[in-house]
């Protein structure tokens, strides 16, 4: 299995026979919603040979505002200082390897920031940590050093939308809001985490873990094609609680081989942080 712009996945197997490559940056994105110290805590307890430790709320999130939603994206300079630390160049491209024990939605978060930062050299680990353990591969709880990169994002802001473009979206027909919280939530019926419930009118759910089989490993290519038919001759605009599992969604459109919708970063807790303040 090729590292590529076009493989969105690597397994367990090409992963254990790359971790040698000397240009391979590994990063293990393991984190709690419920105890933000819980991943790194993980992390220095153990992981995969030669990973770098990144934080949600620390390094792929910057601080939350009054709008905005709960994790918004990083600032541009600290995540680009952040990447170069770890050893990402951006020429020739460095091939990323991200991996978490979430069912991919926090590694998902970093494949799509590079994504949209222009960096297409990079993949999830598909069954993450949970298949790394179960497959007898390598764990230490030695820290990797790294040269230096020279990471140089290229932002493409139309993989973007905010609040006032999901609301123009909510009166096209050509454009399909998807909310991918879990059922209960989109239906308001549940609300853990966001002082308002429901979903943001007009919005369709497709469930992110809905992507996934039993196993933990994303669906084929030819289910997750047929998935997102909704998509046809339609613009997607995809979101979640706060742009974090949303990716997953995006990530199984990459390995359906279609192109990814756009991602509402603020999602239902920048959307409710309005209705809250009227």
Aim: aromatic share 10%; hydrophobic share 35%; with cysteine.
């Amino acid at each position: 299995m090729a590292m590529t712009p076009n493989s969105p996945l690597v397994t367990a197997q090409w992963l254990a026979d790359h971790l040698s490559d000397p240009d391979l940056v590994v990063v293990d994105c393991r984190f709690s919603l419920a105890d933000a110290d819980q991943g790194y805590q993980e992390y220095t307890a153990g992981h995969i040979p030669a990973a770098h430790y990144l934080h949600l709320n620390q390094d792929l999130s910057s601080p939350v505002g009054p709008h905005g939603g709960r994790h918004p994206l990083p600032d541009l300079g600290l995540f680009q200082q952040r990447l170069a630390q770890i050893g990402v160049n951006s020429h020739p491209p460095s091939p990323v390897v991200a991996y978490d024990d979430s069912q991919g939605a926090f590694a998902a978060r970093l494949w799509w920031l590079l994504r949209y930062l222009g960096h297409g050299a990079v993949a999830v680990l598909d069954g993450g940590w949970g298949r790394w353990r179960s497959q007898g591969y390598p764990v230490t709880d030695q820290r990797p050093l790294a040269k230096p990169g020279d990471f140089r994002p290229q932002p493409q802001p139309d993989w973007l939308v905010d609040r006032e473009a999901v609301r123009r979206c909510q009166h096209q027909p050509g454009c399909l809001l998807i909310d991918s919280r879990a059922p209960d939530r989109y239906r308001g019926e549940v609300e853990p985490i966001d002082p308002v419930a429901g979903h943001i009118p007009v919005a369709v759910n497709y469930f992110w873990q809905e992507v996934l089989q039993p196993n933990g490993l994303m669906r084929p290519p030819g289910e997750l094609a047929d998935h997102w038919q909704c998509l046809e001759g339609r613009e997607g605009v995809v979101y979640c609680g706060s742009g974090v599992t949303a990716c997953v969604n995006l990530l199984s459109q990459a390995v359906a081989g279609r192109p990814l919708a756009k991602l509402y970063p603020g999602g239902w807790s920048d959307w409710c942080s309005y209705l809250w303040t009227q």
